[in-house]
């Protein structure tokens, strides 16, 4: 991992951080050894941890390439940034719609750091960061509407994200999202649901020395999505939504979500 001086000052290289864990799971090369560490030991009590990281790229890409084609969408919220990756958010959506704008929010300095040094827009679009808490979620509209034409759609992705809030109160916080903006917009919401594996792995996660991960029953997720419309093929694991024919494996996974339309 190649930083700045000052980004150097901020990383403590000596203690998990959720991003670089997940990064290591998805084959970034933004990690340290002991994310990879916390990372390998949450694999250990979960195998499948990997194959579900996977998974939830995929998923977005696939929820983006949608949203930006067949719904016409050219506005997003991604919340929850993470370490920026291939096929970022704007490089899905900008490749379908050039003017997209797109707006990530993060509070961490070091994703944010990242993020506006790699995720650049194409010339037509934009993109902007907003620094602020996922659960200000008026404030975080507020910021985004700088950027964005909130009287029109805007999709809001929360993705692999929601498990850092209690259940109800993830619910409630989507719900407040969601009537901050303009009918025809979409919220893209995925995130792990609690078997006895899954739970394993939670436990194996809470050990290192980062912020702790819930998973969700099934219906803990489905309850983000009240009053609002699924898109085909509705709510279940994320590698069976509009997998792409001989794309990314469509086993399914113990990550659950959907697309819903205001």
Sequence with gaps: MNNSPELEARIQSGIPHSARVWNYWIGGKDHYPVDQALGDQVIASYPQTRDLALASRAFQTRAVQYLAGEAGITQFVDIGTGLPVQNSTHEVAQSIQPKARIVYVDNDPLVLAHARALLTSAPDGMTNYVHANMLDAEQVLQEAAQTLDMTQPVAVMVLSTLGHVAPQAGIDLMHRYMAGVAGGSHLV??????????LAAQEAYASGDTPPYLVRRP?????????????????????LWRPNPGGASTEPVDQWGFVARK
């Design 189 to 198: 919401l995925c995130d792990t649901i609690a078997t006895k594996e899954t």
């Design 219 to 239: 219906e803990e997720i489905l309850a983000s999505a009240d009053g609002m419309e699924l898109v085909s093929p509705g709510f279940g694991s994320i590698s």
